[in-house]
């Protein structure tokens, strides 16, 4: 099973190492990781001077759990994915600019498939900011369960793109349970529901409300003959991210919806290509202040 990274796991040390040993010592009892690994309640002990310090508190019972996940453990995986989110959580409780203190740990967390979501909530009264933490597989093949969040539905939601974000769902959904055709003509429709909404927030374009608009709502999106670099906000050139915006497209019609002309290898390579294209897409048209 692929999980956390020894890069990963190393950034997150250098975080919670600032934190006192006895909360360490909760962190890792609240995450599940002492539980997962078996290990001897004897080491939640203070042993003053005489025990691990802090990094050796934390490496050793980390490095367990990561061989044990490697291992094909999901408790284990789970437990280690669960101290990286409370982690962090209590590192951004601390910190005002939480999204610079983990933003080494954000990458490192990309690398393995996860992305890290600091979720800003204002007080009641608006003295005061709480920060939360998400942690959402980008690849959907990691999902073990079929209703699991993923961060780009996460990302589809904040922006408002409800019918976007419930095409997803179910491509997700349908892929999990090996219903191939489904899942592609719900990808589909996802993708034509994001390049509609995409050019009607930044150009031109008028969503006439009728169906099959992607391949008019894709020509406002992007620039024939354009070339390098791609404005941010902007048509994208056509050689740099706009031909791959079009051709992807093209690809996803062929072997659509129709029974008995997808299996698993494409339908998971379609799942890869759309995912990858609207993270791209949203990141390049940002949303509106």
């Given amino acids: 099973m692929d999980t956390l990274s020894m890069r990963t796991l190393g950034h997150l040390i250098q975080l919670v190492v600032t934190m006192r040993k006895s909360d360490i010592r909760d962190l890792l009892m609240q995450s599940g990781v002492y539980d997962a690994t078996g290990m001897d309640a004897a080491d939640l002990m203070d ?53 610079a203190k983990l933003s080494a740990l954000r990458e490192a967390l990309l690398s393995d498939g996860y992305e890290l979501r600091v979720i800003q909530t204002d007080s009641d009264f608006g003295f005061s900011v709480t920060n939360t933490i998400q942690l959402l597989p980008v690849d959907p093949d990691a999902i073990p369960i079929s209703d699991e969040l993923t961060a780009l539905e996460a990302e589809l939601e904040d922006r408002g793109y409800a019918e976007a974000r419930e095409h997803y769902r179910l491509a997700v959904k349908h892929f999990t349970e090996q219903d191939y055709p489904s899942a592609n003509s719900q990808l589909r429709n996802m993708v034509e529901s994001l390049v509609v909404r995409l050019a009607v927030d930044h150009t031109n374009y008028t969503d006439t409300k009728k169906a099959n608009q992607g391949s008019q709502a894709i020509k406002a999106l992007y620039t024939p003959g354009g070339r390098a670099p791609a404005a941010v906000g902007r048509p994208l050139p056509e050689f740099d991210g706009g031909r791959m915006l079009h051709g992807i497209w093209e690809t996803l019609h062929p072997n659509g919806s129709h029974p008995g002309l997808s299996d698993a290898d494409e339908a998971r390579l379609r799942m890869q290509l759309c995912t990858g294209l609207a993270r791209f897409l949203l990141k390049h048209f940002p949303a509106k202040p």
């Fill in 47 to 99: 042993r003053g001077i005489a025990g691990p310090n802090k990094n050796e508190t934390l490496r050793d019972p980390l490095l367990k759990a990561q061989d044990m996940a490697m291992r094909g453990n999901r408790e284990a995986h789970d437990a280690l994915l669960e101290i990286v989110r409370l982690g962090a959580e209590r590192i951004a409780a601390f910190n005002d600019d939480a999204t």
